[in-house]
Structures are given as C-alpha cells and as structure tokens.
RNA sequence: GCUGGUGUGGUGGAAUGGUAUACACACAGGACUUAAAAUCCUGCGCCGUUAGCCCGGCUUGUGGGUUCGAGUCCCACCACCAGCACCA
C-alpha cells in the first residue's frame, strides 16, 4: 500500500535498510563483466559536510547508479583524506589530540553520508591516517629514494621565532605568524623533495591523451609545467681579485643575442652577492629587493629597480663588455636567475634601459620597422629577419637560433636547452599530524632509511600540539631508537609528508582493501578510474600529483596504467546571496540569509531587503560562495532532516548542470519537494488501477492517450540523452514533463488509460531512481513493477509510441516565421510546398512575389525564398 | 598583462545551425476554506494594435560577417568570473 502522504523520513529509513541488508553495493572483481569506477574526491573530515559535499557525492552517486542500470560492474567507494593542518589547529583550540577529533568527524561525517543514501561500498573505507594506509606512503617513499626520485635538499620554509615553529604559507599573514603576529623569517632546513620534473615532459604529452579531461583543466596544467624551448648562453667574466667564470642565462630569443646590451641578474644570484660583498649600497639593494612587495598587485605595478654590480660580463660572439646589473625583475627561481638584456625586443628591457639610460639596439626588422622609438609597442617583440647582426643578418628566427646556437656550442658557451617552470615537490612538513617519513638519523651513518620489515613508522596518536613546534621532537619514545646499519643510539626523523602525498595514490587502494602490498592485482581490474568528480580547486596539485604517482608506480610494476583518471568532471560551486550591513566604523556585519526577509514587487523583483530580528534595512552584497565568514553557508544536515535526502539531490541535479555554478534558493527546494510529493501522489491515487494494468495495446488508444504515450515517450528520449552526457538540469525537467503528460489524462479514464499510467510511471521511476533513489525504490515494489528498481533495466522509448500520423511543421518566408500547416508524415516535397504556400498568413508575405528557392527540413519546417 | 570560461525573461535555466524563452521558481488573478497553509486552475519577454480574438514589430552583452535560416559558426569590441602572472 503506498500511504495517502509523503514521508520522506519513513521512505528514506525503509530503502536504505534495503540497501544496508541486501549488500546491494558491496562488490566485487568479475574478470569479463564491463567495470565501472565511480569516484568523488574523499573529503577531508573537518566535522560536517558541507553543500559543496552534498553536490560533489550525489553528482557520484548519479552517475554511478546511472552506469549500474545499464548493467556495468560499478565500483564507488569512498574514504577519508584524515591527515592535515585543521586537526592540529582543533587541537591547540580545544586540548583534543587531533587523532580523537578525527576519527570522531569521520563517525558523524560517515552518518551524513549514510543518510543521503549513496551507493557506496562502504567495505572499501580507509582513512589516511591509518597505519595500513600510510605505511604504503612510507614503503613507495623507500623505494623512490632508491631509485632517485626521491633527494634530500635544502629548502626554504616560513618560520616562526616566537612559536619556533614552521609556518604554511596560508599561515602566513602580511609577513607575520597567524598566531604570534611575529616577523616571518626564511629558514634553510633540509627537505625531501619528489622529482616530479624527471616526468614533465610524460605528464605534458599525455594530456592530449585525455580526451575526457576538460580543456581548462588540461590547459591549467600544461601552463603549470611550463616548457620553454631556448638557448643556454654563458658569458664570460673576469672577476678582479683573478676569479674568472662563466655567467650562464637562458634566453627563448637567441636570435637576439647581438642586440644584448647588458646582463641582468637577479638579487639573490651568487654573483650579485660576492659583487655586494664590497659594496655597501649593492649589499643595501639586494636586501630591499628580498623584502620588496608580497602581494600580486604590488609586483604587478612595481617600478623597475636595479644597480649596477660594477662588473663586467663578455659577449660570447663580439668579445665586447657588457655591464652586469641586478633587477628585481629577474626571479632566481626561473631558469639560471639570470638574464641577457635585449632592450629593444624585450618590454620589460626595454623599460629598464631608458630608466637608467642603457643602450637599446635593434636586431630584429619587425612590422614596425628597423627602429624602436618609445614608446614601447608590443610588435617589436615579434619574431622577423635578423639586422645589425652581422654573419646572422637576413636569417629568420628558426634559422637565427640554430647558427647561434651551433656557433656558441663550438665555443662551448651555449647549446639548445629546454626549461620547465614545474619544480621539484617538496614532501617534508615540520608537522605531527601527517605520515612519518621513514628516515633515521644516525650520527655515524648519516640519514638511513628505515627497513622495509620495520614499517610502518607508527604516528603516536594521543599527542597534543600546543603550537610551539613539531610534539614529536618532545616525545622520546618517537624520537630515539637504533640505527639500522650500525645499531647505535639515532634519532628519527620528525619531519612528515606533505599530505598530497596520502591524496596521491588512494584510488589504488580502493581496489585492494586488505592488501598485504601496496596494491595487488584487483586493482588492475578497477583501474583506471573511469569517471573522476572534484572541484576546480584540485585542476593543479593534486591531479598533477596523482598523475606523477601513477607513472612512478607504473615504473616499479605496480600498475599498468599510465593516467590515473579517465574521464574527469570538475563541479561547480554552491553560492548563495551575501547580506550584509556597515557599522559605524566600516566594520561588516553579515547576516545568514535566513534571518532576512525580502520584499518583492508585483513583478517579482526584489523590493527591499529587512532583517528579521529588528525589521531594518539590510544590504544586498550579490552572490558568492558559501563560506563561513559570510555567514551564507546552509547546512545540508537541517535540509535533509526538513525535506528529506531526495529533495535535497533532486535541488542540486536540477537548479544547474554539473559542471557550473549553482545558485541556491529555498524556493527551488521546495519546488523540488512539490515535484516528489506530486509524484507520490499521483502514484497513491492510481496505485490500484496501476497494479491491475496490462500491456499497453497502441491500436487501442484514443488518439488523447495516443498523445499522452507520445509526449511521455519523447520527454524520455530527450532525457535519456542528457543523462548520457551528464546534463542532470534537463532529465529532471523531462521527469517533470512525463509526469505533467500524465496527470493530463483524463481522471474518468480507465482501463486503456490505466495501461498508459502503467507504462509511463514505470519508465518514469526507472528515469529517476539514479537521481532520487528512495523514493523510486518504495514505489516501484508496491506499484508491483517488481522487488528492486536498481535490478530492472534502463527505459527506453518505443519507436512505435513516437510514430505521428500528422506532423505540424511551420512555415517561414525568407525566414521569418509566418504560419503553421499540419501535413501527413509521408507527404510528398510538393504536396508539402502547396500547403504552405496556401496558409493564408503566408499568402500575406508572398503577396504574388516568384518563389525563388523553397527549403523543406523534413518534420520540422519550411522556408520559402522568395 | 596573458590564458580560459560565461553573458538568454523578474530569477535559476532550456534550445543536437531549423518555432528562442522548454522545465521550474517568483509574481498576479481565480477555485476550495470562516480564515490561513497546502492543493488545483489560469495568466506571465518587451513594444504596438485591439472591447476581444487575430495580427505586426523588436529581443539571446555590443557591432559586423557567413547562411534560405544564427543564442548556436566566424571576426572585432564590452562586461563579469576563474587560473597564471616581471617565466627571460
């Protein structure tokens, strides 16, 4: 019996029971049975989910009950990305170590998840803070370090002299301590660091192997890598206490080399630095530049700064001096921080030399001529024939690079070189919260790595930071142990793994819960992921990381697979409005869209806005995402226990499509509501004729339920090719159509009507079952369609159901709009002409004129030319 | 600055070169009700014409182009969003 009302709590409990008891997600490898890996990114457990999860998880969960119906061997897990900053910081808060404050986020998360009713094998759960899951971290660590792909280097990290502590960079505010408001010092430690650029150039090509990666997301990494094809030039010097060497830069425009007219290097350079050693001012220069502007726009707008070192720099090809100087536009990070100054072709040169007066000397005839007046124009950068060049004059570009090139390698001063903007990765965080890196420091056998039968490296869970540094430093049981080779006193290393690294790999192990190795062969099965969803946020780091990770155990035979991700979808993001009022002071004070009230207008519009505690005016501040400080966040916890886990995944499949923005509002919820109580209510008032109801018989059809059959059997076919290409907005509008279609019958009707009902609430509740799961489930068994909905096979419209006797098709005058006319399917191309050209309106527009060319776009329209 | 994306009713959005505004939301009017809520019905781009029906013109950020036909393809511009940013 299907009760009079809708209640989603009740639905909701009995299908996820069945769910729960059957097993119905749990699965298993089946060599020759079609695979289907659905994953989301596992969320990190920060105590509830938010909108952003809701949307993420049910996009998931669409589709990988979508890919069951169809009849594939669907894996989606899900777990926890457990280690990280948060729990630390919840920890310093509250006296809790962020062990327990993890593990009891994860339970309630886990609920959460539960309640919305994904189909998840929850067998396969792991959180990275498990020994089982992060000893295989420590384990591929080892087995890097073997094969050099892991190196220890000195690195640069933010420190914090009052706390004594290593900062993130988010922890960084304005150059000081987010706690202790202290001056950030920089800090050479030593660091591991993952050779990710012994893979740029895989990790580049194979995105054009991605077909089914977005192309932002692609572009986003290819900018990322960052390869530049140019030429390595060294330029001789002489210092004069009798050192001599070589300055190397790299350059992209060779071609331009006999237009340099000086060598620029940046601050920190080790030669601007022994030039400062005896130059006061130098040395003064060099420090204003370490400190000069942080943010973005400061550098952006910042003036060009230099000084000349005094030095001297010889021109590989003309043997003639070129002052050396230190700019701030020259970044020691990218490429041999230093530079060959080309004023005339470059714009940043070019503003430099006229602010100190340098020369500029054009080598390239470009569109603008041979000459380079100021101002700057951006066509003297373009490519051309080279002048004043001497031997090289007359030579293009490709052929310019080459003979200098081929030139400068004869006098072993340059040759052809590739750079790349990508860096090494840096893993080791100076952090308790993450995975140990297996590493112990002996005094006698320096830093040795831990054995394969000692792992894991086991974190101490029940310590507690009290932001003076790493606890494991205090802890001795930690600290101190043997040295593996010699088995004198050593000293482990405290320092753990970026936790990028526990992100990098979990989709492997999802396809081995248990395993006694990192992964074993079932994950061949499963792997690659065929449907990947995240947020934008992750288009870099982590899927260049999972990438990496992949090829690297790709290399040492733990997998076959090259890319981790076959397909990727990154979802938009959950905004809602912004309300705010200004204090007295500029102070903001923003109000939760909850506690206001608008005001509309007799058109709809927003009139007015109030706030409900005191009936004044607020400010309206547009719309953005949901976060906390603008108090404009909804929790999905008061939705579902409001409205239900079904309404709150029918809101976010149809108030926009996958990949954008969703905007959200509380009347869109409830229209989502009234569309699944309308639905039970249309199942509960025809249930008995339903269940009675045979085969639906065309020939017997009334040409009003012939209409009706037709209309349904249209919206599915639409809807069922917006589910193939994940456009969840327009199958929810086309449920709603079938559904409008048949509450248009007539309530009188009975028995052939009954038979139409039958058909088109079955395929209806088959449409809908991916999108809202508990609701279809609980109708489908007591409608009598059978005992699973998630067992019955994916609709499909019946050609015969689409068939029209007459089709209406309309009618254009040189492509205006101008009538309709009702043909028979199979008219003849004449037939068809003549009645258009007789539809009375159309007449009007013709009025006698000679019909020049007539197009006729068979069931759709004609357009007569004329 | 560079790169990419997006601009469609009061709002979210639909349209596979072929009837722009589907499906919803909001709003207005009506039915039911003592009343409200809920539910159901009707209307709803702008302008003109009209008692009303018909009918016409305009409209997918702006301006061009291709096409019998453009929201969709091409070119230029504007606005907003995102990523990168002195990358040699």
Known sequence: MIAESYNPQVIEAEAQHHWDEQRVFAVREEPGREKYYCLCMFPYPSGRLHMGHVRNYTIGDVIARYQRMLGRNVLQP??????????????????????????????????????????????????????????????????????????????????????????????????????????????????????????????????????????????????????????????????????????WVFTTRADTLLGATYVAVAAEHPLALHAAKDNPQLAAFIDECRQGGVTEAELATQEKKGMPTGLTVTHPLTGEQLPLWVANYVLMGYGEGAVMAVPAHDERDFAFAHQFG???????????????????????????????????????????????????????????????????WGISRQRYWGTPIPIIHCEACGAVPVPDDQLPVVLPEHLVPDGSGNPLNKYPEFLNCACPQCGKPARRETDTMDTFVDSSWYFFRYGTPGANAMVDKRADYWMPVDQYIGGIEHAILHLLYSRFWTKVMRDLGLTTVSEPFANLLTQGMVLNHIFFRKGEKGGITYYPPADVEMVRDEQGRVASVTAVADGQPVEYGGIGTMSKSRKNGVDPQTLIEQYGADTARLFMMFAAPPEQALEWSDAGVGGAYRFLRRLWAYAAEHQDAIRAAGEVVAVTLSEPLRAVRREVHEALKQALFDFGRHQFNTVVSGSMKMLNSLARIEAGERDAADTVRREGLSLLLRLLSPIVPHVTHVLWRELGYGDDVLNAVWPAPDEGALVRSLVTLVVQVNGKLRGQIDVPVDAERGAIEQLAQAEPNVQRFVEGKPIRKVVIVPGKLVNLVC
């Not at 706690?179 to 050779?195: D, L, Q």
């Open 78 to 247: 899900m777990g926890w990305d457990a280690f990280g900053l948060p729990a630390e910081n919840a920890a310093m808060a509250g006296g809790v170590a962020p062990a327990r404050w993890t593990y009891d986020n994860i339970a309630y998360m886990k609920k959460q998840l539960q309640s919305l009713g994904f189909a998840l094998d929850w067998d396969r759960e792991l959180a990275t803070c498990q020994p089982e899951y992060y000893r295989w971290n420590q384990w591929l660590f080892l087995r890097m370090l073997e094969k050099g792909i892991v190196y220890l280097k000195t690195g640069v990290v933010n420190w914090d002299p009052v706390d004594q502590t290593v900062l993130a960079n988010e922890q960084v505010i304005d150059g000081r301590g987010w706690r202790t408001g202290a001056v950030v010092e920089k800090r050479e430690i030593p660091m591991y660091y993952m050779a990710i650029t012994q893979y740029a150039e895989e990790l580049l090509t194979e995105l054009d192997r991605l077909p089914g990666w977005p192309e932002q997301v692609k572009l986003m990494q290819k900018n990322w890598i960052g390869k530049s094809h140019g030429v390595r030039i060294g330029f001789p010097y002489q210092l004069p206490e009798s050192d001599s060497g070589i300055l």
């Open 358 to 424: 340098l020369p500029i000397k054009p080598v390239i005839r470009t569109s603008a001529g041979d000459e380079t007046p100021a101002p700057w124009k951006d066509t003297y950068a373009d490519y051309g024939v080279c002048i004043n060049s001497g031997q090289y004059d007359g030579l293009d570009f490709e052929q310019a690079v080459d003979a200098i090139a081929a030139d400068l390698n004869a006098k072993e001063l340059g040759e052809k070189k590739v750079i790349w903007r990508l860096r090494d």
